[in-house]
């Protein structure tokens, strides 16, 4: 089984300050985990997944999110925050276990930018 | 680039009332996914589709939900008859095949049962 827990529903930061988003997972199997970007009215976007390759892994708009095993975790960073980035975000596992594709989400972090 | 795209962007509907929701994935895709995002909710997963069936369903989704690719683009989402707590947001996905579980979601569609 997998499951995966975003431990703050709210984060708040300033313009120019570092972001950490904290997720951390439990899975059977080797997962694969990836982060998307919710903005007020759009879609799921991709930002940025692991899938057993390197475990620094960098996306789009400066994001990037290092898979540590020991600790199950999979935190979502940025080292200077814009106001753009003030949406919700979500951490997502899957893990293939019966051949399943059927990634699970977590309940989201929504991330509020200050100017 | 190519993306999922989702049509009506918002659907008001009353109560007992039949809707169709429609999805067209990225082409050359195989493998196709509805998810619904109660308000305030986690996205929940509702029925994956692959080789015109229906590969895995979720406990959500139940006899008054249907899904179909009636032609080689579209995808849809029918909810026989709706229910108050159906509204949500319904995203469509889509993946390119067995090498990958990457998902690439389009940009939902918003229902509203009266």
């Known amino acids: 089984a997998q499951s995966v827990t975003q431990l703050d529903s709210h984060v708040s930061v300033s313009e120019g300050t570092p972001v950490l988003l904290r997720c951390n997972y439990s899975?059977?199997?080797?997962?694969?985990l990836f982060w998307y970007v919710q903005h007020p009215n759009k879609g799921l976007q991709l930002l940025l997944k692991?899938?057993?390759?390197?475990?620094l892994v960098k996306g789009i708009n400066g994001f990037e999110a290092e898979f540590k095993k020991s600790e199950t975790s999979f935190h979502l960073t940025k080292p200077s925050a814009h106001m753009s980035d003030a949406a919700e975000y979500f951490c997502?596992?899957?893990?293939?276990?019966?051949?399943?594709?059927?990634?699970?989400f977590g309940r989201g972090t929504s991330l509020i930018v200050h100017p | 680039e190519p993306e999922v795209t989702q049509t009506p962007s918002h659907q008001v509907t009353q109560m007992g009332q039949e809707v169709i929701l429609r999805c067209v994935p990225i082409?050359?895709?195989?493998?196709f996914y509805w998810y619904r995002q109660i308000l305030g909710q986690k996205v929940e997963f509702l029925v994956s589709?692959?080789?015109?069936?229906?590969?895995?369903k979720s406990e959500i989704f139940d006899d008054q939900f249907s899904v179909e690719r009636p032609d080689g683009s579209n995808f849809t989402l029918k909810i026989r008859s709706t229910k108050l707590e159906d509204s949500a947001m319904y995203f469509c996905?889509?993946?390119?095949?067995?090498?990958?579980?990457?998902?690439?979601f389009g940009p939902g569609t918003r229902l509203t049962v009266l």
């Open positions: 082409s050359n895709h195989l493998y």
């Open positions: 997502v596992v899957s893990d293939r276990a019966g051949g399943s594709y059927i990634p699970t």
């Open positions: 589709f692959y080789n015109n069936e229906i590969s895995e």
């Open positions: 899975s059977s199997y080797s997962p694969s």
């Open positions: 996905a889509s993946r390119a095949g067995e090498s990958t579980d990457t998902q690439y």
């Open positions: 692991y899938t057993s390759a390197a475990t």
